[in-house]
């Protein structure tokens, strides 16, 4: 698990008055380690353009052309003139060494982008647009110092000292490409401070542990889902619940369904049921009566979809241990309903931290995931970001599958945040473990895949 920060100046400011690191000490810290980055992965002589903008990420790119001068075919494109006192000083190094200056972007092994920082904004200019394209019609391979610049769409982002939340967002995805981060002059432990944002690594997933041996199928739960009007999806939650680990999985509904004999059904809430799940292909197949006789009751609870776009979703706000996962348009849909928020998709996707703030906030014990490119899941003020999610999840039944595990570990007794982590992870280990074509990955493909994690 790693920090995410919404800004560093704050701890880079740390790092002068602590720590007596100048501004110009973290600069050749960081040039350095692309520099390092670029010589483990290419061979000397290879051809190098750097990029550069008038502020202190282009000053960031004077000083690795600098440092890899004389090894390198290194140059520099001036995207703008240098302008910040970093820059100019950077710039008067490089020329002091001979570092060539370039009017092109020419074929090269290595292009890398240091036309802004994090602290840019407002819209780039026409020009800087078609400089970009151009960037990105490159064969060579891309590289963004501390952040891409807009519309750049890098191999591999190196950023500098910690990680920024704004590389997570999710129309980020298409641009950031592999994350390293790069030490200013001390390690990420000392630079880095306390924080409430964290980014989820696949290592730490911890999957249902059976290691007592005196046990039976009442020992690991029973999850019983809403079985509605389109009634595969709940299915696929079910399927995935009994393979994640629940002992027992009912499906509970009014009408009589072909469903896998390894799951049970029931017209009435089994009395040993341990986490319930409701939402996946719900329709209106439940009266509102119906309903509330299915909540009436303490038990864990993992709620998706149409549940969203029902007034009975106010209801359950109003409960303990419950994990909601809406995807975009349906985490809309919840703000509305929660009088939080009216607002578009886009909206929501722009400021996705933002909202999701709000609404945990504003319902600290309900665990929220919200679905997408990178996965936000949140409880109270503790937010993580799961980023290792792939477009073939990109398919109908992909997120009753996520229910599904959700609701087998809410069965089996863990705590909701942690269900949701951990059901997170699996769902897209369980994607990056599928062998087929992205574009083949379906519902059962994952569950299948859940006996290999």
Known sequence: MQKLFDEVGSLDKRCYEQFGLSEDILMEHAANGMATYIRSNFAKNSKVIVVCGSGNNGADGIALARLLNGDYQASIYYAKKPKSQMALLQQKRAEAIGVQECFEIEVSDVL?????????????????????????????????????????????????????????????????????????????????????????????????????????????????????????????????????GSGLVTLMGYENEQIPHSIMYSHELPHNTTALAIGMGLGNEFSEKELDKFLNNSLPLVADADIFHMAIVKKILKRK????????????????????????????????????????????????????????????????????????LAKGGSGDVLSGLIGALLAQGYEPLQAAKNASLAHTKLAQSYKGADFSLTPDDLIDEIGKL
Not at 338 to 343: S, T
């Open 321 to 392: 241990d419950v994990v909601l996962t809406p995807h975009a348009k349906e985490f809309v849909a919840l703000l509305k309903r929660a009088n939080l928020a009216d607002i578009s998709v886009k909206e929501l996707q722009k400021n996705r931290f933002k909202y999701v703030e709000l609404f945990t906030k504003a319902y600290p014990n309900i665990t929220l995931i919200l679905k997408g490119a990178n996965v936000i899941i949140a409880q109270s003020e503790e937010y993580f970001i799961n980023p290792h999610g792939t477009s073939a």
């Open 112 to 244: 890398i982008d240091a036309i802004v920082g994090t602290g840019f904004c407002g819209e780039f200019s026409l020009e800087l647009k078609g400089l970009v394209q151009k960037m990105n019609d490159s064969d060579a391979f891309k590289m963004a110092c501390d952040v891409p610049s807009v519309g750049f769409l890098a191999d591999v982002t190196l950023t500098m000292g910690a990680l920024k939340k704004s590389m997570f967002l999710d129309e980020a995805k298409e641009f950031v490409g592999e994350i390293i981060v790069l030490d200013l002059g001390v390690t990420r432990d000392i630079y880095e401070t306390a924080t409430n944002w964290h980014l989820l690594d696949l290592e730490d997933l911890q999957l249902p542990n059976r290691s007592k041996k005196n046990t039976h199928k009442g020992s690991f739960g029973h999850l019983t889902l809403a079985c509605g009007d389109k009634s595969g999806a709940s299915i696929l939650s079910a399927k995935a619940a009994l393979r994640f």
